[in-house]
């Protein structure tokens, strides 16, 4: 664990403004983001991140099949293109060394506090007071929470699991010391993260049984390799290169985008008939059956995939669609009395998605405690900023959009919006922001009526709806979250 850093950027050549301290929580890709603004900015920053690398979710996941499923050169920081991406859609090993490269290129590696974890932020009169779980205590006048949506890891409390014998782990929490070619190996569910294992192990086992609760959707999406030529073209031409990223990025917010927003849209019957037609790809009528949904397409996070429907044909896979009764210590019960004999089982069952800075303590002005404020769901004035908590800024907070898109062009967006009321302190304007609780309250009830008309509240369970079954995301369109961010409504906020 290394201490705070020592060089931090002083803020020396910015007359007339108030020097500020600045805390960002995560250097995965919102963290470093917005530790390089903040230096853009020569605001004095210290980055906590409780592991020993950057990357966030890059860095957690690393299980075999691991890629991201949006167009890769859409999914970089404006500020960073890269014209080097092998495939449309890049590996996860590669996305986790852009971010890497990110980092140590913009001079953030050095301000980062790695190892420890924070587990208290209180807010008084002299800002907020920090606290690690090391003990650390600093005070900062700002604080940007960039801890990640799909950080901690939901693990089923099935009967019997520490009972089995074999190896078993979350897919965040992938063992690479266990052995996999040949093996008899069982995965629990069904999302994107299932869809990979099973193109990438189904050929490498003795036996892959996927056990699966409910079918996915799958989309079909060919993922061709940018040739030597097309990759020194955009590393010559810039332009050329924003150009292909606009074109990436118009093509799914015209399309899934506004899919998701209207049930009853062009856009999404076009999903849909994508979706079945590749469903028809499954030759076995039983096997395709089990496959078929009985909800709208989309309505959970659509599984983007050309090789899945062929890896569970595989002749080693099998899909499992009786309900797990229990664990064994030699493998899987099912319902219907089998007992899945495997030696590796992996849980592929997604994460805990209302935690945001949580389990750390936020205690903001007049003893505000987040845990209360957010008792029933999470919520945030455009996602961004939570009445009581003064100058607390979150990345991909609560209700921000989610979805098959680029999620840093969304943190860039929500960066670019809240420097602006970071600009505001740093100018003198006011020593502190937030936003008033009717604001949110308004924006709140805006966007669950916005909700009804969306895809995810047509008949599914799934991680986008929250306890109460209403969508836990941006229900707006695209365009309105950029023109949102394009600038804050001070009446929106209340400043001292
Ligand atoms: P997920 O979409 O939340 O899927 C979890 C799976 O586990 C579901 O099939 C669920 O079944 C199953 N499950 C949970 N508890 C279970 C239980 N007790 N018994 C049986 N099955 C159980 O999780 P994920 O696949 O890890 O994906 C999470 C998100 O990560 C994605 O939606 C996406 O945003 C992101 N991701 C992205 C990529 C990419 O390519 N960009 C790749 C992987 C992940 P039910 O459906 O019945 O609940």
Redesign the pocket.
Known sequence: MNDVPKDRIEDAGSPGRRPLRAAVIGAGMAGILAAVKLRERNIDLAVFEKADSVGGTWRDNTYPG?????AAHWYTYSFARNPDWDRLMAAGPDIRAYFERVAAERGVLPLIRFGDEVTRLEYDAAGWQLTTAAGYRDRFDIVIVATGV?HHP?I?Q?EGLETFEGAVFH?ARWDHDVPLDGKRIGV???????A?LTSALAPRSAHFSL????P?WVMPRPNPEYSPEEKAAFRADPAALEALVQQLRSKTLEGYATAVLDYDSPQLAEIERLCREHLETVRDPDLRRRLTPDYRAAC??LV?SDDFYRAIQHPNAELVTSP?VRIEPAGIRTADGTLHELDVLAL????LVDRFIRPAKVIGRGGLDLDDVWAEVPSAYLSVTVPGFPNLFMLNGPNSP?GNFSLIEVSERQVGYLMQLIDGVQRGDYREVSATPEALDRFEAERQEAAKRTVWVTGC???YLDKRGVPSSWTFSFDRFAQEMTAPKMADFETR
Do not use: E, H, M, Y
Not at 66 to 70: M, N, P, R, T
Not at 348 to 351: E, K, L, M, N, Q
């Open positions: 691991l890629a991201c499923d949006v799909l939901n089923p099935f897919s629990v569910g069904t999302g994107s993260t299932a990979q056990f699966q609760r409910t996915q959970k996070r983007i797990i592929a069952t997604g994460f989610v369970n799934s991680w």
